[in-house]
């Protein structure tokens, strides 16, 4: 359960990351 948690915020992470760059990316 624990593990599971912590897969799905790393993936959470890693898509807002992703969503920032392309932001930054569009905003220039």
Do not use: D, P, Q
């Not at 948690?5 to 220039?28: C, D, H, K, Q, R």
């Amino acid at each position: 359960m624990k593990m599971w948690l912590e897969e799905i915020a790393t993936a959470v992470l890693l898509f807002g990351m992703l969503y920032l760059a392309a932001v930054v990316v569009l905003s220039l």
